[in-house]
């Protein structure tokens, strides 16, 4: 079963008026994902997801002119041989780097989509999983910059939908932080979980500000309060306070990053994203190097409904497995137009699709209401 073509269709939508969304690097104006398809010389077809990286016509490019035509012809249940070739020309020397790594997420995510169809499997039986219950928290672009009492509000509402836990997005100033996390605590009591996520927005003088707070309130991490690579802040934020873990891993890609990590000794929760590390292959192989350590792994989950599905299959897979992150979002119709990814039950838990493959049946004709909207698609933060 050879590959016969790989196609990468880049899609968009932008948010409503008065729905824009503030979160530490910004403001959000639009979101973006890349489908991926893979056509097999036997008639299967496989799908997967690529993260757009803010450039999505340029990840969608690599996609189709570069490690398209580099893979064309190969066996396409070879994963392994596939992402080494594709490392190696890509990744490896004068390549792309985290560019390609998106790009190749994508295609190995179509290629394990393929390899569960071909042996009639969920995908989580072909990663050698059963099928569970997977702890989830309520997040995605969503709890983020307003008033207390309305956030707290919003969180209540997550909760009676049998969330046990959210994740509030902070990285505004701390005094702001602590306010919002406060109040979503007061309402909420002290049974709910509460996340915390800065999306690198913050200082190491922030850090030593909040810390305390997040540890009064009891939340239970602190997620990318820096850069992906200023290794030097996390190492010492990690020594502020032991109360509270930090979490990081949406922005380091490949299990090579994830190694640093580790040797650092900083980050104690990892949270590698399918779409952007390495696609399926390369998260399995993160997952088993943070067992040797005893690294709990809870990966980011992106904006489209094949990344959030084939996470809950990944999940199902691993011995060190914590939550997956629900895209709670307010509007995202990339999240719903193949159908439900998962379905929150009143455990606060949600299981993986029961279907071969990722479980979700993609139907292309909606691609004509996602045209391309390319570039960034962020409001500067002042």
Same mark, same amino acid.
């Given at each position: 079963?050879?590959i &016969?073509s790989?196609? $990468?269709?880049?899609?968009?939508f932008?948010?409503?008026?008065? *729905?824009a !969304?503030?979160?530490?690097?910004?403001t959000?104006r639009? =979101?973006?994902?890349?489908i !991926?398809?893979?056509?097999?010389s036997d008639g299967l077809v496989?799908y997967?997801?690529?993260h757009?990286?803010?450039?999505p016509?340029?990840?969608?490019?690599?996609?189709?002119?570069t490690?398209?035509p580099l893979l064309q012809g190969?066996?396409?249940?070879? @994963?392994?041989g @596939?992402?080494?070739l594709?490392?190696?020309?890509?990744?490896? +020397?004068h390549?792309?780097?985290a560019?390609a $790594?998106?790009?190749?997420s994508?295609?190995?995510?179509?290629?394990?989509?393929?390899r569960?169809k071909?042996?009639?499997?969920?995908?989580y =039986?072909?990663?050698g999983?059963?099928? *569970?219950?997977?702890?989830a928290?309520?997040?995605g672009?969503?709890?983020?910059?307003q008033?207390p009492?309305?956030?707290?509000?919003?969180?209540?509402?997550?909760?009676e939908?049998?969330y046990r836990a959210v994740?509030?997005?902070?990285? &505004?100033t701390t005094?702001?932080?602590?306010?919002?996390?406060?109040?979503?605590?007061?309402?909420?009591?002290n049974?709910? !979980?509460i996340?915390?996520?800065?999306?690198?927005?913050y200082t190491?003088?922030d850090?030593?500000?909040?810390m305390p707070?997040?540890a009064?309130? /009891?939340v239970?991490?602190l997620?990318?309060p820096?850069p992906?690579?200023?290794?030097?802040?996390y190492?010492?934020a990690?020594?502020? /306070?032991p109360?509270v873990?930090?979490?990081?891993?949406? /922005?380091?890609?490949? =299990?090579?990053?994830f190694?640093?990590?580790i040797e650092?000794?900083a !980050?104690?929760?990892?949270?590698p994203?399918? +779409?952007k590390?390495?696609?399926?292959?390369?998260?399995m192989?993160?997952?088993?190097?943070a067992s040797?350590w005893?690294?709990?792994?809870?990966?980011?989950?992106?904006?489209?409904?094949?990344?959030l599905?084939?996470?809950?299959h990944f999940?199902?897979?691993?011995?060190?497995?914590?939550?997956?992150?629900?895209?709670? +979002?307010q @509007?995202n119709?990339?999240?719903?137009?193949f159908?439900?990814?998962?379905d929150i039950?009143q &455990?606060?838990c949600?299981?993986p699709?029961? *279907?071969?493959?990722?479980?979700l049946?993609? #139907?292309?004709? @909606?691609f +004509?209401?996602?045209?391309?909207? #390319?570039g960034?698609?962020f409001d500067? *933060?002042?």
């Open positions: 079963m050879k &016969d790989i196609l $990468a269709t880049p899609l968009s932008r948010f409503p008026e008065g *729905k !969304v503030a979160m530490g690097i910004g959000a639009k =979101r973006d994902v890349i !991926v398809k893979i056509q097999t496989g997967g997801e690529a757009p990286g803010r450039s016509g340029a990840v969608a490019s690599v996609i189709n002119h490690l398209g190969m066996d396409a249940c070879d @994963v392994a @596939v992402w080494e594709a490392h190696r020309m890509q990744l490896a +020397s390549g792309l780097g560019g $790594a998106l790009a190749l994508g295609i190995d995510m179509a290629l394990w989509d393929i569960a071909a042996a009639n499997m969920p995908l =039986r072909m990663l999983g059963t099928s *569970k219950r997977i702890p928290y309520a997040g672009v969503a709890l983020g910059y008033a009492d309305s956030l707290a509000d919003e969180a209540q509402g997550y909760v939908q049998g994740k509030l997005r902070i990285g &505004d005094a702001n932080d602590i306010a919002r996390i406060a109040a979503v605590r007061k309402a909420l009591g049974d709910i !979980v996340l915390a996520d800065a999306n690198t927005a190491l003088a850090v030593r500000r909040i707070a997040l009064e309130l /009891n239970d991490w997620e990318e820096f992906c690579n200023d290794f030097a802040s190492r010492l990690a020594q502020i /306070n109360w873990p930090i979490a990081a891993g949406e /922005n380091h890609y490949t =299990r090579y990053e190694a640093r990590l650092d000794r !980050v104690t929760i990892f949270q994203d399918l +779409s590390t390495g696609g399926v292959s390369e998260a192989r993160i997952a088993a190097l040797a005893r690294i709990p792994v809870n990966p980011h989950s992106s904006a489209g409904g094949l990344n599905a084939a996470t809950i999940l199902a897979s691993i011995d060190n497995g914590g939550y997956f992150e629900a895209c709670v +979002s @509007v119709p990339l999240r719903d137009m159908g439900p990814a998962f039950g &455990d606060g949600v299981a699709i029961d *279907k071969p493959g990722i479980g049946d993609v #139907d292309e004709s @909606v +004509s209401s996602f045209p391309l909207l #390319d960034l698609g500067k *933060k002042a």
